[in-house]
Structures are given as C-alpha cells and as structure tokens.
C-alpha cells in the first residue's frame, strides 16, 4: 500500500548541502513523516530546525537506518561508500550526492528534467546517484536542444563558486580577502605601481583547502588530477554527461574555481547535427523545464551567480550561433551548485521516487 509520509534521513545533515536538503524538504512540503539527522559524532548533541521543531543531530551508525524509508546522503564519498549500502540492506532508498556510485551501471544517475524514467532501476541496489553540480546545470539547459537538434560536441568551461568546496572553503576566501583588501594599499593617484608592489606579499601564501590562494585568483584545478592531466571534475563533466544525455555526444571539459560564492557559471559551446539559430534556441529554452532565460544585452541583462543564488531554474543567457562552425552555439548557463547542483536535485529525485514508486 502506498504511504502518505515517510521517514527520510539526511546523512550529514550539518553540512552546506544537507543542511539545504533540509531547507528544501522543508520549502518544498515533502510528506515527512519523521526526520532523522545524521553527522559525525563530533556533531553529537545538536539540533537543528525543520518544520518548526528543534531535531536532534545523532551520531552515523550502520544502525541508523532502522524504518528509515529515504536516505539523502551528502557527507563524502568514504562515508556513501561505507554506509549507502547498510542503508540500501535496511530497505531505505538511498540518493547519493556523492561521486561514489555515480558511474556504478547498477545505480541510476538522474536529472529530473533529463531522465526521470531511470529512477525506476533503483530497485537493484536501492541506490540512485546525483550527477554532479557542474553536470546538472549543463544538462538542464542542453538537453532540449539535444532532442530537437542533435548534439555533437561539446567544450565547456566551468567558473565554479567556493560554496562547492564547503565550509572551510568559504572561510579561506574570506579571510584571504578580507586580509588583502585590508593590507593593500591603494590610490588611484599612485596608479598601478602601489598596487603591483602591495599584492607581492601575497603571491604565495599558507592555505589550509586550496593549494594556492583563492582570493582574486582563478584556480583551473578541481578535485584530483588524473593520469591524462585532466582534473577528475572534468572528466566527471565528460563521463556523466555519457551516462544521462547522449554516449555518442563528445564532451570536453575545463573546470575552474573562481572566488565567487555561491552559484557555477559556464560558458558552453555545442556543436549539433541540425542547425538551430539563437532565436529558435531562445523559444525552446523558454519552454524548456528548470530554466530561465535571462538574455536581453540592451538591458545588459544575462545570468549572474547573484541571481541564481537560493534560485530553482537554471539561468540561460548570452545565446548566440557559434558562427566559426556552421551548426553550432555558446551559451552562458548559471545555477546554484548547492540548490539544483545539489539539494535540490535530490529531493526532485525523492519527488519522483514517492509519487510513483514508494
Ligand atoms: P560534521 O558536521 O559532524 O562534521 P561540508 O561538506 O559542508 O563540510 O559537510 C560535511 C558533512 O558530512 C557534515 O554534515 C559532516 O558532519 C558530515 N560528516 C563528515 N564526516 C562524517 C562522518 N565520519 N560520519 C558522519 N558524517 C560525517
């Protein structure tokens, strides 16, 4: 018999995107039943808030999954791989937001707006996967125009916010700013000069997440290197988007940490079968689920990550025709990495899991 609410645990729970799953379960009035908050011990001895009462934040045990009918994970990929599956044995219905399972071919990886029906193969492991937040925004805004014009290629590089690192990532940026700002000398009258010699200090500095200074720097270095010199977000970029769009479509990636704080921006360019003009690109992304289009230049009006921030859709704008290639397109796709590249993303999936599965 079908269930009108249900008990859902969020593990990591005290965490920038668990803490946001609760946010959004709580916004999105999702049929909960009983919530159940798990962190670290370290976390031990914490509520937090959702629906108006005080929860208490319980230590992760293998344990914890007793009754629990969905379990939205978010605490690291050990942390998945270790209890994901004492969960998924204990009959809860795991989405993980990790990168652990994401390429695992028994374990679903879904963008609501892209391939809903996969979340049906859940029932091998009881494991769904989210994509990861650079992949999700790119696919939103590209997959209606994969089903109208066939995509080719794919180059994108990403402008990725310090908010997709955590919390101590934000706490670097900030205090690497707040210091140059507040120690760099400058006026106009002095010209470039001052400022030349003010940043020398500066150029290499103690960090304790980045491994170099992400305050007004860019850093073309996203997770871990891999043995062909791309960055294993690159190729998350390459190979999830295999997975949930397209295996025939050719993907190559340059991901980037700029010091912005929430929201990824990325510029896009495709090559398609069929040619598609930006007007034509324009309606259809109108149209299109999760986005918004945000592309007037008269009124200098394009996506910024101030306007994605805490924002659902995914903003699409600067839609031109890429006119050094016959059938091609850029475009600029901007969305919150912890809302829709990551919180937000899962409770859809949960959406989905309880409405026709559950
Ligand atoms: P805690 O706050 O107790 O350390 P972020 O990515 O924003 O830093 O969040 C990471 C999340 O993962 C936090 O909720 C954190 O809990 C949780 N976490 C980290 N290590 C563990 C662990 N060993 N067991 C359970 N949760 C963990």
């Known amino acids: 018999m079908k269930k009108d ?3 859902v645990a969020v593990v990591g729970a ?22 159940v908050l798990l962190a670290s011990g ?41 209890f994901a599956p004492c969960a998924a044995q204990a009959g809860c219905v795991v989405v993980d937001n990790t990168a652990h399972f994401r390429m695992d071919p028994e374990v679903p990886l879904v963008v609501p707006e892209v391939n809903p029906e996969q979340i049906a193969n859940y029932t091998v492991k009881n494991i769904i996967a989210n994509p990861n937040c650079s992949t999700i925004q790119m696919l939103v805004a590209l997959k209606p125009i994969h089903d109208v014009a066939k995509i080719k290629r794919i180059v994108v590089s990403t402008y990725q916010s310090v908010s997709g690192t955590g919390k101590d990532a934000l706490e670097e940026m900030l205090l690497q700013s707040r210091e140059m700002a507040n120690k760099i000398d400058w006026t106009k009258e002095d010209g470039l000069n001052k400022l030349w010699t003010g940043l020398k200090p500066f150029r290499k500095v103690d960090t304790n997440v980045y491994p170099h200074r992400i305050a007004f720097e860019c850093l073309p270095h996203i997770d871990v290197f891999m043995p062909n010199n791309y960055t294993k977000e690159e190729m998350k970029m390459v190979w999830e988007t295999g997975k949930i769009l397209d295996p025939t479509i050719k993907v190559t990636a340059t991901t980037v940490r700029v010091p912005t704080f929430f929201g990824h921006s990325e510029s896009v360019n495709i090559e398609t079968e069929k040619k598609l003009g930006a007007q034509e690109a324009r309606e259809l992304l109108r149209k299109a689920p ?16 101030a306007l994605a921030a805490g924002e659902d859709f995914t903003l699409v704008g600067r839609i031109r025709e890429d006119e050094s290639i016959d059938k091609g397109l850029n475009i600029w796709v901007v969305s919150d990495n912890i809302l829709k590249g990551a919180a937000l993303n899962a409770v859809q999936i949960a959406e989905i899991l309880i409405r026709k599965y559950l």
């Open 42 to 82: 370290r976390s031990s001895g914490r509520t937090l808030e959702f629906n108006g009462r005080e929860h208490p934040v319980l230590e992760l045990k293998e344990s914890s999954f007793e009754g629990v009918d969905i379990g939205l994970f978010s605490a690291g990929g050990s942390i998945s791989a270790k």
């Open 14 to 35: 005290t965490g920038a995107v668990g803490n946001m799953m609760i946010k959004v379960l709580e916004r999105r009035s999702f049929p909960v039943k009983d919530i």
């Open 290 to 305: 999760g986005v918004k289009v945000l592309d007037d230049p008269s009124r200098n009006e394009y996506p910024l990550t």
């Open 5 to 7: 609410s249900y008990k």
